[in-house]
């Protein structure tokens, strides 16, 4: 039976499983746009890092920007920033531009790949610390 800070870690992580599903089978079969690849991958990152932070019961403020949660890890583990900064910085800029018109521009399928490939090395550095 899983207690509480488990089942909640876990719903993180499955919320953030459902958004590179849907991610990776749009870039597989090019049925949606790269801009919506780009956004469920920062949400991929986003939710992962939320439920690192669970995992350390350690609370956060409501926010979707990578960085800040990339800064709230830092103490327990100086290494973040060395391993995923690049991606997470990355990945940051998605869930903005992604979600308002403007002067921002449509995204590439190259784009696409890059954002995927950040969130997979997010999640992979995060199943790696709860082992």
Not at 11 to 17: Q, S
Not at 36 to 59: D, M, R
Request: charged fraction near 35%.
């Amino acid at each position: 039976m899983l207690n509480d800070q488990e089942k909640n870690y876990q719903e993180w992580f499955k919320k953030a499983d459902d958004d590179e599903l849907n991610a990776r089978s749009i870039l597989r079969h090019k049925d949606g746009t790269p801009t919506v690849v780009c956004f469920l991958s920062q949400q991929t990152a986003e939710k992962y890092l939320k439920g690192l932070l669970v995992f350390y019961n350690q609370t956060f403020p409501k926010t979707h920007d990578l960085l800040e949660l990339e800064t709230l890890l830092l103490k327990r583990m100086p290494e973040i920033e060395k391993n995923l900064h690049q991606y997470l910085k990355l990945l940051n800029r998605y869930y903005i531009e992604t979600r308002y018109p403007g002067d921002y521009p449509e995204f590439s399928w190259h784009d696409a790949e890059e954002a995927f490939e950040s969130s997979k090395r997010t999640k992979e550095f995060v199943l790696e610390k709860i082992k």
